[in-house]
């Protein structure tokens, strides 16, 4: 068997970290694609995948923008190969009540949660098609399913797309 190409979005941290480290396990290449920001956190995060060599790696995106995007694929297809695998993880919440709610807070969440889900799996899921194999999992969080007060991202939350 060949190995596998996976992106995990949201991939620097908590659960997409686990993610990342999982398929590494199981013997896939695995690229961490989140926002490249915070130095601080990406050599935390490098430190915490160290035992896995180039197993795992970190590129910076933003899920936000399409052209972003598109790029990764690219870049990832032309030093790895296709990707097989892609793990939508990457999200955020923008807690708070209607009336204290900025519109862009509003378009950040639904940029990030849906739109970033769009994003990457429009830029994989040809290839996948072409080849006759991929897997596209995207994660959502428990607020999809009990919401909470103040909940910013209601749209995105019952789409079932909200990271």
């Known amino acids: 068997m060949t190995q596998r190409i996976a992106i995990v979005t949201g991939g620097m941290g ?14 896939a290449k ?3 694609a989140d926002l490249g920001s915070r130095p601080e956190r990406i050599e935390a995060f490098k430190k915490e995948v160290a035992e896995f060599g180039d197993k795992i790696r970190f590129e910076p995106i933003n899920v936000a923008d399409f052209d972003a995007c598109a790029q990764l694929a690219r ?10 695998i892609l793990v939508n993880a990457a999200g955020i919440t923008k807690d708070g009540t209607l009336r204290k709610m900025a519109n862009e807070q509003w378009h950040d969440v639904l940029n990030i949660n849906l739109n970033g889900v ?5 830029n994989v899921v040809d290839g996948m098609c072409d080849r006759g194999f991929g897997r596209i999992v995207n994660i959502s969080s428990v607020n999809g399913q009990t919401g909470q007060f103040g909940q910013t991202n209601y749209s995105a939350a019952k789409a079932g797309m909200h990271g």
């Not at 908590?14 to 398929?23: D, H, M």
């Not at 870049?75 to 190969?81: A, L, M, P, S, T």
């Open 30 to 32: 695995v690229v961490a």
């Open 118 to 122: 769009y994003n990457m799996c429009k």
């Open 14 to 27: 908590g659960l997409g970290t686990e993610i990342c480290k999982y398929l590494a396990r199981s013997g």
């Open 75 to 84: 870049k990832i297809e032309k030093e790895f190969g296709s990707v097989d």
